[in-house]
């Protein structure tokens, strides 16, 4: 299993492979750490807006000054600026830090955080995790997420999966390759909920992570763990 990040943090990835314990793969982006609150404080500061008229960012982000929406390569550098100076904006989900230690605690499970972003940034999101005491390892990824959770549970293909995500597409991916997960949808800005696609059958939608850790318990505690 190769992913792009350091020799230390690709051991701990692949010891925690190795594990039979239960694993909770959790997205950052919206799960752990706040991003659409952030991401339009960050446009507002280069005079552009986000309307969350819908679920998308091309055709949503709006040059304050004229009321023109910017084009997709506009968006995309945007986008690409943030995430070169996110760790100055980006703030912790309620509950995030709590809730995973409980379940590390309780349970035992080994946890993993796995991002839809480019590994470049791999270094900064690791020091901004750290910062807060998220120290679990981290996989920063543009391929299918299903493709990186096959990877964590190839030595033991039996063992509990929790993943938990705000995009029904990488349900869907992660569903794919181990069925028998739990799915959890999870996504802090309230206001984009309504116009998210559906999710796959079987994904349970929890308010925050007061919820989700209820939904973990019960999983866990039916599966044995």
Known sequence: MAFDMTPEEQDRVEA???SDRPLVVCDIDEVVLEFVGPF?????????ELRTDSFRLTGNVYFKETGEASDQATVSDFLERFFGEHDTWQKPVTGALETLAGIEDSHGADIVFLTAMPPRHHARRRALLDSHGFSHPMIATEDAKGDAVNA???HHPGKPVVFIDDLPPNHLSVLGAVPEALGLHLMAYEPLRPHLPPMPDGVKSVADWNAAAAEIADFLENCGA
């Open 152 to 154: 964590l549970t190839r």
């Open 16 to 18: 925690l492979a190795r």
């Open 40 to 48: 339009m404080a960050f446009l507002d500061s280069h005079g552009h």
